[in-house]
């Protein structure tokens, strides 16, 4: 089994693949303060409560925005699953042309959404990740990475408007009963999810002004299928997006 994991700055979400099918799959907190020890026995017990064992594991490939995560799962990965991780970054082949002033600016959680999108969905794409940050990705006819835009993800906005003001609370992110919210909750919970449904709607009219018509869009993340529901203009929804696209650049590098 291959073991995938993308570190997010919000959320770590891992799985195992047999083959090119994708079993169990955990979604838990990005900690900082967690040593690779405490990781470990986190990812064992995870695996063992799905009928898994450690030993099934043959391979291991990571993604990660979080820098000083990156070594602490290489680490798991060495000491608790007896493997050497593939870390996506330079030199590791990922079968996306990245068309960026400086590559080395794109998170690698992008290009692996990228890759995954080329392989599975076509392409022109624009990829929506509802992540920390929203983020739109466009990839061209020809699978080449070219860009894209990032805006605070809602969750920020959330926590914003709880932090910064004096009388709104914090709110759970679900659909109200209609846009003109009849009380603060309500108010702040349309605001959030219809005002981010009008920007990713706003947003791949301009991408599609640029890639053509015919461009994919393709919604990963958290929160993609609470605001794909108020919209047509994505068509797939993909909450493992990036974990799709670990294995398939795995392969690639075997």
């Not at 063992?48 to 925005?65: D, K, W």
């Not at 605070?152 to 759970?172: N, Y």
């Not at 706003?202 to 794909?228: I, N």
């Amino acid at each position: 089994m291959l073991f995938a994991v993308d570190i997010g700055n919000t959320n770590i979400t891992f799985g195992l693949y047999e083959g090119e099918t994708l079993g169990p799959r955990w979604r838990i907190r990005t900690i900082h303060e967690k040593m690779p020890d405490e990781y470990g026995i986190l990812v064992v017990q995870l695996f063992r409560h799905r009928g898994c064992q450690p030993e099934q594991v043959t391979g291991a490939v990571i993604a990660s925005v979080v820098p000083p995560l990156t070594p602490i799962f290489q680490q798991v990965c060495r000491d608790y699953l007896g493997q050497e991780a593939l870390v996506v970054g330079a030199g590791v082949k990922t079968g996306v042309r990245i068309c960026y002033d400086n590559p080395h600016e794109v998170g690698a959680d992008r290009i692996v959404d990228a890759a995954a999108v080329r392989a599975l969905y076509g392409v022109p794409a624009c990829v929506v990740d509802f992540g920390t940050a929203t983020t739109f990705d466009a990839v061209s006819a020809e699978g080449d990475y070219l860009g894209g835009a990032i805006a605070p993800g809602i969750m920020i906005a959330a926590q914003a408007l709880f932090e910064r003001t004096a009388k709104l609370p914090r709110i759970e992110l679900t659909r109200p009963p209609s846009a003109i919210g009849r009380n603060t909750v309500h108010s702040m919970q349309s605001g959030l999810l219809f005002g981010y449904v009008g920007l990713v709607e706003g947003m791949v009219a301009r991408f599609k002004a640029e890639l053509g018509p015919q461009t994919r869009v393709v919604a990963t993340g958290g929160l993609a299928e609470l605001v794909a529901r108020e919209t047509r203009v994505i068509d797939v929804v993909d909450p493992w997006l990036t974990l799709h696209g670990l294995r398939i650049i795995y392969e690639l590098n075997r």
